[in-house]
Nanobody
C-alpha cells in the first residue's frame, strides 16, 4: 500500500517562497501522475498543479508563473516550489498520486500573512 508523506508548509510573508515535498513510501517505478491540490478555509478543494508522465505540467490560472511542480528522477516524490506567495494562497496543500489508485498525502498547512 502506498503512503505519501508531505513536508515543507509553514507561515510566510506575502512575496515569500516555500517548497513543498511529498515522498512515497514505496517504489512507484515511475508510474503514474502527480498533482497538488489545496483547500482554503470554507472553500472546496482545488487542483493547483499537475505533472504527467512525460513531465508536462499544467497549473490553475492564479498560480501560473509563480508555482512550479516537479518530480524526483526516480518518480517517487513530487515537489511544489511556490514563489511570490499571496494571502489567497493560504490553505492546506495535499499531494496526490494518480496511479492504479488515487493516493492522497496527509496535507500541510501553508499560511501567507504579514
Amino acid at each position: 500500500q502506498v503512503h505519501l508523506v508531505e513536508s515543507g508548509g509553514g507561515l510566510v510573508q506575502p512575496g515569500g517562497s516555500l517548497r513543498l515535498s511529498c515522498v512515497a513510501s514505496t517504489d512507484l517505478r515511475g508510474i503514474g501522475e502527480w498533482a497538488w491540490h489545496r483547500q482554503a478555509p470554507e472553500k472546496q478543494r482545488e487542483r493547483v498543479a499537475l505533472i504527467v508522465t512525460d513531465d508536462t505540467a499544467t497549473y490553475i490560472g492564479s498560480v501560473k508563473g509563480r508555482f512550479t511542480i516537479s518530480r524526483a528522477n526516480n518518480g517517487n516524490a513530487v515537489y511544489l516550489q511556490m514563489d511570490n506567495l499571496k494571502p489567497d494562497d493560504t490553505g492546506v496543500y495535499y499531494c496526490k498520486w494518480i496511479g492504479a489508485m488515487n493516493v492522497w498525502g496527509q496535507g500541510t498547512q501553508v499560511t501567507v500573512s504579514s
